[in-house]
């Protein structure tokens, strides 16, 4: 440990490491005990603070703060309370004849000093649901949330510094050079939420003290629609799960593949549905947050002057206001393929359409790129809609429905190589936080005993008859 005696981390973390074990042993009570104070800060304590901060932060709606950042967050809580003590349980296996004499179980032991490094798209939901992983698997942790919304970090950093101690729980607030530093201790384990790109750096730097990560990740997330699929419910659904937090979500879909006989309808139905949620003013909609700052901002200017450069097909929306950082809901068409809406995660309010002939072209153009996070589908079809979950692969999948897979505890939530490494939620979540740790204890004199050296003909015999039998 001398090697990082001068990482302005170091005192923090060597506090931690000397307490995982006081942590680690504490009963499912005590452990329920800090979950209910965090669920009491994040449901009524701060609960006006939180909204109020991220409002400052991207002028976030209450509601949806209230929906996409609390309730999150407290069903989190609610779900690891009720299932903890079966979690923490050891778990009794079979033991081979070949081992009679003895009993086997695994038991989820703590992994020990952890960090999290939480993303500013949804900061309070992905910094505290993973902590509350943490807490139901007894370890001690260190977050780092993202600068980029740096008044809800302050908010949570008064929620951690009132409900533990940083020998315990701490976070610490800064630049990308905290993570950078943070990054080269020595955690058992890392649970990173972000972009592949910094995803392949976090991997990288635990690799060097072999520390397990969990990498929830983002990607190209396709929609695919046939000609089955009932065209209202699905745009009324895909317009809410697109441009809530102005897309800036990891699982939001990020381009529409779509039967070409029915795209003109569909549009028809998008442009309704907008409507109906923002208004034909969406700028004064109340409904609406804006992009988090000026860098992404002008990202997503970019990524839209490079399609009208290329001649694409603005169907919805495509206005700007550099003032607010904000885009309204734009729908895009007719994009060649070279376009940077088609190439790299959108993470904002603009949906590009592509249409296709058949299925067989739609799975070929997702499995030519890199593993989605998710992958949703809209048909009446059995036959096909189990004919793209077959010939694709990604992190989750919704049917008729979009984003919503996210919230159900009992699914693992997480990405496959690009879009992630790892689950998330739930027991999935404990088990993260959680080395399954197995354990074997003999009883009474064991028959392995007997083929124990020096080895002999009457041995073999014993040999050959285990290998047979057992």
Sequence with gaps: ??????????????????????????????????????????????????REALYTDFKKPYTETDLTEIYPVVSEIKFAKSHLKSWMKRQ????????????????????????????????????????VSAIA????????????????????ANIVTDLFSEEEIALVEGEVEVSQELLKLPFNHIFFTGSPQVGKIVMQAASKHLTSVTLELGGKS?????????????????TWGKFLNSGQTCIAPDYILIKDTIKDAFITELKK????????????????????????????????EDATSKNATIEIGGKTASED??????????????????????????????????????????????KPLALYVYSKSKKNTNYILKNTRAG??????????????YLPFGGSNN?????????????????????????????????FPPYNNFKQKLVNLTIKWF
Excluded at 34 to 44: D, F, G, H, S, T
Aim: contains cysteine; charged residues 20%; positive net charge.
């Design 273 to 304: 549905q907008l409507q109906h949620f923002y208004t034909e003013n969406p700028a004064a909609s109340n409904s609406l947050c804006r992009v988090v700052n000026k860098k992404h901002f002008q990202r997503l200017v970019n990524h839209l």
């Design 396 to 409: 989750s999948s919704a049917i008729n429905n979009n984003v919503v897979q996210y919230s159900n505890h």
């Design 92 to 131: 009794k296996v079979e033991t081979p004849m070949a081992f009679i004499g003895s009993s086997s179980w695994y038991m989820y032991e703590p992994k020990g000093v952890c960090l999290i490094i939480s993303p500013w798209n949804f900061p309070l939901n992905l910094t505290f649901g993973p902590l």
């Design 325 to 370: 950082n904000f885009i309204t809901p734009t729908v895009i068409s007719n994009l060649p393929e070279e376009a940077s809406l088609l190439q790299e995660e959108i993470f904002g309010p603009i949906l590009p359409i592509k249409t296709y002939k058949n299925l067989e072209e739609a799975i070929a153009y997702i499995n030519a790129g890199e």
């Design 1 to 50: 440990m001398k090697d990082f005696k001068n990482n302005p981390y170091f005192e923090l973390f060597s506090k931690q490491k000397e307490n995982q074990f006081a942590v680690g042993n504490s009963t499912c009570k005590q452990r329920i005990q800090k979950l209910n104070a965090l669920k009491k800060a994040v449901e009524i304590t701060y609960k006006e603070r939180i």
């Design 137 to 156: 698997a007894g370890n001690t942790v260190i977050i780092k949330p993202s600068e980029m919304t740096p008044n809800i970090s302050k908010v949570m």
């Design 222 to 238: 396709p929609t695919i629609i046939d000609e089955t699929a009932n065209l209202k419910k699905a745009a009324k659904k895909i």
């Design 419 to 451: 879009s992630g490494i790892g689950k998330a939620h739930g027991v999935f979540g404990f088990q993260e936080f959680s080395n399954m740790r197995s354990v074997m204890k003999q009883h009474t004199i064991g028959s392995i005993e007997f083929l």
